[in-house]
């Protein structure tokens, strides 16, 4: 910690203020600059109190932090990117990966047509929401166990694994018993007590971005994840609300070279979630995997304008397999298998 005092402080309230930090298991390193002070408080803020509370003093200006407040995610902790394992997909390695499905399992035709279509175009893991966070109560809410039960005979039928969110804390046993990937929502994405039981189950983490989420509040909401013994995180970029209109959400394409800066764990993108819309999805996936993408999230359907939830973001079927073929140039030019 960087530690400001304010001008023109006296020698007294100076002592105080490095007795104080001594006291708080820190060693002060003070400097003298023309206009000020300014103390470099030497520890570690992890095994030592920290010295925010300076901050209300009356002779200090401002305390700085010098660590960065995520850790294990960091890329200080783990250089290298790291990779996640979910059936026999290897998340955040030279290939990069489509997981494809509906928003919602609605029924067993739906999700088998569609997991045998996604399969065939290329997807190598199967989304479908069982739980679903709907804004209104009266919305479909998913058919719970039942989807999940026909999300493990899609696995068992074309070998995919499975992505599925978790809502609550009380089904983190039952989601993972037939998830390869637990995916937390935009909604819950810091609902930490949520996290820690996602965490815990041992499977996977998908984060998506919240709705109004910061980079630096991302980071630390995987941080709960990492901390909890959990290597196997994954961040998803959603979208995140804007004043624009146009689409559903503003999908924030920047957060791709800034989460590869800031974080080992692999980077996958929603534009499904993210604009809304299935005509703007094939371009979107395309920016995603230029800019460096380990993974995209798309929602596809058999019959979109029927769809029980998001009718108007999903792709068809034959639109899936399009964007697919359209794709693969854009995954090469970013030098990944496929
Ligand atoms: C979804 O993937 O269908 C979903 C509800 O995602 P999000 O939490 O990003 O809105
Ligand atoms: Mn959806």
Not at 163 to 180: F, G
Not at 312 to 327: N, P
Request: aromatic letters at 4%; hydrophobic letters at 40%; charged letters at 25%.
């Amino acid at each position: 910690m960087i530690i400001v005092l304010k001008p023109e402080i006296s020698k007294k309230d100076e002592a105080a203020v490095l007795k104080e930090i001594r006291r708080l298991g820190y060693r002060p390193h003070v400097m003298r600059g023309v206009a000020r002070t300014v103390v470099g408080a030497i520890g570690d803020e992890r095994t030592h109190r920290t010295l925010e509370v300076l901050s209300s003093w009356p002779q200090v200006e401002q305390v700085m932090p010098v660590q960065k407040r995520h850790k294990l995610v960091s890329r200080d902790a783990h250089p290298a990117n790291s990779t996640v394992k979910a059936g026999k997909a290897l998340i955040g390695g030279t290939k990069f990966h489509v997981m494809a499905g509906p928003c919602s399992v609605e029924s067993e035709k739906q999700l088998l047509t569609t997991a045998h279509a996604v399969k065939k175009a290329g997807a190598t893991v199967l989304r479908g929401g069982a739980f679903k966070p709907r804004t209104s109560p009266y919305e479909f809410q998913g058919l719970g166990e039942k989807g999940l039960k026909l999300l493990s005979k899609a696995r068992k039928e074309t070998g995919l694994p499975v992505i599925t969110e978790l809502l609550s804390e009380q089904q983190a046993d039952l989601v993972a018993e037939h998830a390869d990937i637990l995916q937390i929502g935009t909604r819950n994405a810091q609902n930490f007590q949520l996290l820690i039981a996602a965490a815990r189950t041992g499977r996977p983490v998908l984060l998506k971005r919240g709705l109004s989420m910061k980079i630096e509040e991302w980071l630390l909401a995987g941080e709960y994840v990492l901390a909890h013994e959990n290597p196997g995180l994954l961040f998803c970029e959603r979208g995140v609300r804007t004043f624009e209109t146009y689409t559903r959400n503003t999908l924030d394409l920047s957060a791709i070279p800034i989460m590869k800066k800031e974080t080992h764990c692999p980077i996958v993108i929603d534009p499904s979630q993210g604009v809304g819309r299935a005509d703007l999805v094939t371009a979107m996936c395309k920016g995603a995997v230029a800019m460096g993408a380990d993974a995209l999230l798309v929602e596809v359907h058999p019959n979109p304008t029927e769809a029980w939830s998001d009718a108007a973001q999903q792709v068809s079927l034959d639109g899936f397999a399009k964007l697919m073929h359209e794709l693969r140039p854009f995954i090469a030019a970013a030098g990944r298998d496929f």
